[in-house]
């Protein structure tokens, strides 16, 4: 099993950016999908979950600002993030625990994708 993120990249202030992490692999069942960050210097943090049954839940400062969401049939998870401040800049890690064939439900990490907010 593979998590793949794109989207990241470089953004000014109060714009956009739309981060995508496909699962790959002979995937049985994906329950919840979650998107962490971290900026330098600072822990891992989660900013976004969204569980099997796409209930929804946020850190509390990106709340009104950042939209997570899945795709079933593609197994993919989204992260849209709107009005960004410089504080949003970190490196985006897709995370997802997933049951795959032959192998028990296991907890899986992208390799990151990073987002810079900067003028």
């Known amino acids: 099993v593979q998590l793949v993120e794109s989207g990241g990249g470089l953004v000014q202030p109060g714009g956009s950016l739309r981060l995508s992490c496909a699962a790959s692999?002979?995937?049985?069942?994906?329950?919840?999908m979650n998107w962490y960050r971290q900026a330098p210097g600072k822990q891992r943090e989660l900013v976004a979950r969204?569980?099997?049954?796409?209930?929804?839940s946020y850190e509390d400062s990106v709340k009104g600002r950042f939209t997570i969401s899945r795709d079933n049939a593609k197994n993919t998870v989204y992260l849209q993030m709107n009005n960004l401040k410089p504080e949003d800049t970190a490196v985006y890690f897709c995370n997802a625990e997933i049951k795959a064939r032959g192998i028990p439900l296991n907890n899986y990490w992208g390799q990151g994708t990073q987002v810079t907010v900067s003028s």
């Open positions: 692999g002979i995937i049985v069942r994906i329950d919840a």
């Open positions: 969204i569980t099997s049954g796409s209930a929804t």
